[in-house]
């Protein structure tokens, strides 16, 4: 006698999990290295030392990180203080810079204790030629553009 094995239905759960929502990666601006600032031109250094530029790459890094957790948030858990911040930050927005990460002057003193003096514009112009950072200039605003 052969025993005929009944074929058994592949059991489904009854409540399927929901796939994990895509955590959106939020581009920052690598650190310099030591051989990166020694190839910086003197002209551009002047006395900043390495450490002072990277604590301004980790305060830029910071704010970028924290305008686009705002801006990847649900508008229904919004308070009306960040809202009024999401919209600032989709009126920054042009066509430029569709898909990419910037920050302005305003983010910066929003989200870091940093001063907007002529030191920083300095380090700016280092990460500019570091690649770090670029500028997109237009409607009264410069957006830096993280690479």
Known sequence: TVKHGGQTKAVEPKHAKKPAK??????????????????????????????????????????????????YQPLKSMSASVRNLYRRFVEEETKNTKGVFFIVEADIKEFTELKMDKRFHS?????????????????????????
């Open 123 to 147: 380090i700016l112009s280092i990460l500019r030629h570091l690649r770090r950072v670029r500028e997109v200039r237009g409607s009264g605003l410069i957006r830096y553009v993280i690479c």
């Open 22 to 71: 895509e955590k959106k990666v939020i581009k920052e601006a690598a650190l310099i290295t030591t051989e990166e600032y020694e190839s910086v031109p003197r002209y551009l250094k002047g006395r900043i030392t390495y450490d002072q530029i990277n604590a301004v790459v980790q305060q830029m890094n910071k704010a970028v990180v924290d305008k686009y957790k705002i801006v």
